[in-house]
């Protein structure tokens, strides 16, 4: 998996390239699930995402 950061307007561009990368960051415990997705880029907690 590789992550391309993009400091514009919040937008993380991801690769996933394996059903095991997709699998290690698919968060299930996530209302409709959700996927991790590592980023340089530092987050609040509680902080909401773009598309909410």
Do not use: W
């Not at 919040?10 to 095991?20: A, D, H, R, V």
């Not at 960051?25 to 997705?37: E, R, T, W």
């Amino acid at each position: 998996m590789s992550v391309i950061p993009r400091m514009s307007h919040g937008i993380l561009s991801l690769s996933i390239n394996t059903k095991e990368d997709l699998y290690k960051a698919y968060m299930p415990f996530i209302v409709n699930g959700g996927l991790f997705i590592p980023t340089p880029r530092t987050y609040q907690l509680g902080k909401k995402c773009l598309c909410c």
